[in-house]
């Protein structure tokens, strides 16, 4: 069971993300600089993890598939990020959520077996959940463009992607090693994509590095090292339900710091999602009761 909560709790942390991201754009900073002091942060505090707590030797063999895993991650960020240029939060979040079906899919695919009836119900429960704690049905008119549209699912696919191969890619290492060479693959491809300036023009130090401390912390180096831990034991599928515990940590976030209005419809969506959560959950506990 602890592997599911070590899961459990790195969706949670990447909840806090959103509502952190939205104060440090308030207070003046930019996607470029937000997204790459998070990344630079979560390297630097996985490096000195790995330092502290596991000097192993991470092999050639190694280093560019959990590199690739990286990259997944990465891309996810960028592309749900842009897609929220064209798409309204509410929708950009019920795209990206799509993750949950496509991690069933992939694993089902892969390893040739059938979901379980508690998946397929969880995947249809999270589903409908996600759309009413996004919001989308609150009533408001709203224009998206498909550009927008597909970046959205391609966060989704690549967050999908992120979470299968981490539990498939050299297993057999330490979690911080493992995780600090992904978390380097993310933070070089988000440098090309967006040099870090804040490291010339003065900006880290004028107040940036607070919000991407944070933002490091919370995004990377928690769900990075705890789906190291976890992943590998639960399978992707069941990883993929846990993993829409961020969106609920994030309705509520909002709620806490921004003082965004949750309404009746969300509620409902947040507790249909943590029954969606559960459901696979009691089939386990009623499996390991047996044994016992």
């Known amino acids: 069971m602890k592997y599911y909560l070590f899961v459990f709790l790195g969706a949670c942390s990447y909840g806090l993300l959103s509502t952190i991201t939205k104060l440090a754009y308030g207070a003046g900073y ?4 937000v997204t790459a002091s998070q990344m630079f942060f979560g390297w630097v505090f996985t490096f000195v993890l790995m330092l502290m707590f596991s000097r192993h030797k991470v092999g050639t063999k190694h280093i560019f ?7 997944f991650s ?10 929220l240029q064209t798409v309204p939060a509410s929708i950009a979040i019920v795209l990206l959520f799509q993750f949950t079906w496509i991690g069933v899919i992939l694993e089902a695919v892969v ?30 008119t709203f224009e998206w ?4 549209f597909l970046l959205g699912l391609g966060s989704a696919l690549t967050f999908a992607l992120f979470i299968f191969f981490s539990g498939r890619v050299a297993t057999e290492l330490p979690a911080l090693s ?5 978390v380097t693959g993310a933070m070089l491809l988000i440098f090309i994509i967006f040099p870090p300036a804040f490291f010339t023009n003065g900006v880290l130090f004028d107040g940036l590095w ?16 705890f789906f ?19 969106l609920p940590v994030a309705v509520l976030m909002s709620m806490a710091l921004l003082r965004e209005q949750v309404s009746v419809w969300q509620w409902g969506g947040i507790i249909l999602i943590l029954i969606g959560i559960a459901v696979p959950q009691i089939r386990l506990m009623r499996t390991e009761k047996r044994r016992g």
């Open 30 to 33: 930019t996607v470029n600089e």
């Open 65 to 71: 598939p959990l590199l690739f895993v990286g990259v």
């Open 74 to 83: 990465c891309l996810t960020g960028v592309l749900y990020y842009s897609s």
């Open 111 to 140: 390893t040739r077996t059938f979901p379980s009836k508690e998946k397929l119900i969880s995947i249809a429960i999270l589903l409908v959940g996600t759309v009413l704690a996004g919001g989308v049905l609150e009533g408001a």
């Open 145 to 148: 463009t498909l550009a927008g």
């Open 178 to 182: 493992r995780s600090f060479v992904v």
């Open 210 to 225: 607070k919000y991407g401390m944070f933002l490091g912390f919370f995004g990377m180096v928690i769900p990075t090292i």
């Open 228 to 246: 190291s831990i976890g992943v590998p034991k639960i399978g992707g599928g069941m990883a993929t339900i846990l993993g829409a515990a961020e």
